[in-house]
């Protein structure tokens, strides 16, 4: 009931195109789902963030879908670009127990 | 502003050696975390300081882990004797408590190699 399943694995775009990466969750305590951007020899960073009182969250090219009856969200990349290429993972975590469950992340390839 | 500082980045030691990794969490950030990452996996939570206090060490595997805060800034991690099976990369983060979806800083982590 802890898992954050994150799927696909691998993904592999073209340059302008959307990058479409998705996770689910059990946990109904879960109300705050991150995604975080890790680049090779670095540590992740926080990219966008929703909790389930919004459907959905844009800042700039990124945006999070979020499905609250069917415990899922996904993350939207337009217009993908060759530097958005690094591993992206999501997250969920419960209010009061500052602790993140962590996906087993997606690595994104944009090709020039 | 600083991030948050780990060293060394790099590690390696031959299995039943001892190891340490310190990490200096960003200012003024009362939360410290020690995560986990094994290849092609993400993090996974060993132990959350508040402050000086470990809060929440239920994921540290105590017969050869350690760690400790003393006075709630720097934290160091310890592994003895280190096991092939402990190399993968240590990440420590930092957050603020009081905030009600605390944003976690990672640091670029800790990369252990056991031989």
């Known amino acids: 009931q802890q898992q954050v399943k994150q799927s696909p694995q691998s993904l592999i775009v073209q340059k302008g195109g959307i990058s479409i990466i998705n996770c689910a969750y059990e946990?109904?305590?879960?109300?705050?789902f991150p995604w975080y951007q890790q680049f090779p020899g670095k540590g992740p960073a926080l990219l966008i963030a929703i909790r389930p009182d919004v459907s959905e969250k844009k800042e700039g090219r990124f945006t999070i879908s979020f499905n609250k009856s069917a415990k899922q969200f996904s993350l939207h990349i337009m217009d993908s670009q060759p530097g958005d290429s690094a591993t992206y993972f999501c997250a969920a975590g419960a209010s009061g127990t500052y602790k993140y469950i962590f996906g087993t992340g997606t690595r994104l390839k944009v090709l020039a | 502003e600083a991030g948050v500082v780990q060293s060394p980045r790099y590690k390696i030691i031959e299995k039943k050696q001892p190891v340490a990794f310190w990490c200096n969490p960003i200012s003024g950030h009362n939360t410290l975390y020690w995560y986990l990452q094994n290849l092609g996996q993400g993090p996974e939570l060993l132990i959350r300081y508040e402050n000086e206090e470990a809060v929440d060490d239920s994921q540290l595997p105590k017969d050869r882990f350690s760690a400790e805060r003393l006075k709630g800034v720097d934290s160091t991690l310890k592994i003895q004797p280190a096991e092939l099976g402990d190399s993968a990369v240590y990440l420590c983060?930092?957050?603020?408590?009081?905030?009600?979806?605390?944003?976690?800083?990672f640091g670029p982590g800790t990369r252990l190699t056991v031989l």
């Open positions: 983060a930092s957050s603020l408590m009081r905030t009600t979806y605390n944003e976690q800083f």
């Open positions: 946990n109904t305590a879960f109300d705050y």
